[in-house]
């Protein structure tokens, strides 16, 4: 069954900072990986997903995430973190024909 | 292009009533989806919808929980009677296809006291 692990509960960086929130998902095939934002009292925005290809995938408001396959990993960077990134961050798993799984996230706080 | 529209945004209802939900996907999009996301938790899929029918329904609490997708576009999500513990947002969300990207709407946000 596919699951997903996002290791740290809670983040704090300073404004200007550079981040890097884990995950790591269990899935018998290669997935399709994805991060979603959710700032307080919204839903939840595509910041960016990972199909096929190039492992290191762009996304939007300036962030990244890398796919290593050998470590089952799939890590959300950004070079410079801006005070309105503060938000919670899932991390998902899926495949064709297959449900979501989404992590139960990682609250991202930015001191100015 | 439009969103996934959701309605009402807000609810505040007592234990034992009833509420629901309409959720409005992406055109053209077949599968649509219902989460449950409690205070603190990742979104916990209630049920998904191919067209207008039901494919998983598994962690759907059935005795007090219905959802229906007439004509396969819009979605009713209903709640009788409410429970303390159903409080939560519950976001609609529709994709192309099972398993391609998920849009989601901006939440209903349920509180029952």
């Known amino acids: 069954a596919q699951s997903v692990t996002q290791p740290d509960i809670h983040i704090t960086v300073s404004e200007g900072a550079s981040l890097e929130l884990r995950c790591n998902y269990s899935?018998?095939?290669?997935?399709?990986l994805f991060w979603y934002v959710q700032s307080p009292g919204q839903g939840l925005q595509l910041l960016l997903k990972y199909f096929s290809g190039d492992t290191l995938v762009q996304g939007i408001k300036g962030f990244e995430a890398e796919f290593k396959r050998s470590q089952s990993s799939f890590n959300l960077r950004k070079p410079s973190v801006h005070w309105s990134d503060a938000a919670e961050y899932f991390c998902?798993?899926?495949?064709?024909?297959?449900?979501?799984?989404f992590g139960p996230g990682t609250r991202l706080s930015v001191l100015p | 292009e439009a969103g996934v529209a959701q309605s009402p945004r807000y609810k505040i209802i007592e234990k034992r009533q009833s509420v629901a939900f309409w959720c409005n996907p992406i055109s053209g999009h077949a599968t649509l989806y219902w989460y449950q996301q409690i205070l603190g938790q990742g979104p916990k899929l209630l049920i998904q919808?191919?067209?207008?029918?039901?494919?998983?329904d598994s962690q759907l609490p059935k005795d007090r929980f219905s959802a229906e997708r007439l004509k396969g576009v819009d979605s009713t999500l209903k709640i009788q009677p409410a429970k303390l513990e159903d409080s939560a947002v519950y976001l609609c969300a529709s994709s192309p296809t099972q398993g391609n990207t998920i849009y989601f709407g901006e939440g209903s946000w349920l509180t029952v006291v």
């Open positions: 899935y018998g095939a290669t997935p399709y």
């Open positions: 998902a798993v899926g495949a064709s024909g297959q449900n979501f799984v």
């Open positions: 919808f191919q067209n207008n029918g039901v494919v998983d």
